[in-house]
């Protein structure tokens, strides 16, 4: 009995099995969905792409979630989405939240607006720790290693100040105040972080990245008006809290509660989130005023009078005759 015949078959089929085996973890490797991806490799696949994107900082975009994980599965966006959300906050204790579309702040960017077909904007997201506070300690939440600790936490810092110096500032920044500021940061032309050693380089990189975004107007004068303004991933990532945080941590500890009380009250203001007036006060008139109104037709005017200083006995007359009814 010849044994081989019977063995060519096998081995065939196995070389056939390692080379599809090859082909689809090559498919998983690139990234791209395929149209065989059950619902867990999808959750599993959109994890990754979420860190991924975290870790350099870039914006987790819808297009790139159909792409890279969806493929044609496009449907179960929903299923997928939502148990991505739950892995990543039981596991990294984070969860992916929706980033500010970009406003349109000059009047030319307006007008173009208004000329363009009128389109859904694209959503984008980013990764943001769902830690208690207690938690959220640099012991804790240790910077990135690469490309070295020291280098990101440098940048960190940089970035947080300028968005907060931009926050304070009440939302938009003067081209010239912003390089007076980097002269007093002694970053006039040099920065701390070697892989960024021209500050020209390191704004690119902000401005890349997210965090601030520099505004260029036409003044109508031959000269163009230039601020900064805080980017999305600003707003997010640092946002009033940071700013507040940042603030306090320069100032100090006050020395008595009035003192602490005293700082929150100015950084509402430079923040533009000075004491609003009660929307009650300014609410219509109470249900009595109304049933004043229609039971004497001429009650509201006479109410309003009073609270300008004239008419005094009537109004005061009229309220009497309604606690008597």
Not at 86 to 110: A, C, I, N, W, Y
Request: net charge negative; with cysteine; hydrophobic share 30%.
């Amino acid at each position: 009995e010849d044994p081989g015949p019977s063995q060519g078959p096998s081995t065939q089929r196995r070389r056939t099995d390692a080379v599809s085996d090859d082909a689809s973890s090559g498919d998983e490797a690139d990234g791209h969905a395929t149209q065989g991806d059950g619902l867990d490799d999808m959750v599993k696949k959109l994890v990754r792409l979420a860190l991924a994107c975290e870790y350099q900082r870039r914006p987790i975009r819808r297009t790139e979630i159909s792409e890279k994980v969806l493929g044609t599965n496009g449907r179960q966006f929903k299923a997928v989405w939502a148990r991505a959300q739950d892995q990543l906050s039981h596991v990294f204790g984070m969860e992916m939240v929706e980033l500010p579309v970009r406003e349109k702040l000059t009047l030319q960017q307006r007008r173009a607006a208004q000329k363009a077909p009128a389109t859904k904007p694209t959503v984008s997201w980013m990764l943001t720790t769902k830690l208690p506070s207690e938690f959220r300690d640099p012991v804790v939440l240790q910077p990135p290693a690469v490309p070295t600790a020291s280098e990101d936490s440098k940048y960190t810092g940089i970035y947080t100040l300028l968005v907060s110096l931009i926050s304070l500032s009440g939302g938009s920044l003067p081209d010239a105040k912003m390089e007076r500021c980097l002269a007093r940061l002694q970053m006039e032309d040099r920065t701390p972080i070697p892989e960024y050693d021209r500050t020209e380089k390191l704004i690119k990189r902000m401005e890349k990245d997210g965090y601030i975004v520099k505004v260029k107007e036409s003044s109508g004068a031959g000269d163009d008006d230039i601020y900064w303004v805080v980017g999305p991933r600003g707003k997010v990532e640092v946002g009033e809290d940071g700013v507040r945080g940042l603030t306090k941590t320069v100032f100090g500890t006050m020395e008595t509660e009035a003192d602490e009380e005293e700082l929150e009250r100015k950084i509402a203001r430079s923040l533009g989130l000075g004491e609003k007036p009660d929307s009650r006060k300014a609410a219509a008139p109470p249900a009595e005023s109304t049933r004043r109104g229609r039971n004497a037709p001429n009650g509201g005017n006479r109410r309003a009078r009073n609270n300008n200083g004239d008419d005094d006995g009537e109004a005061d007359d009229d309220e009497e005759m309604d606690e008597d009814e």
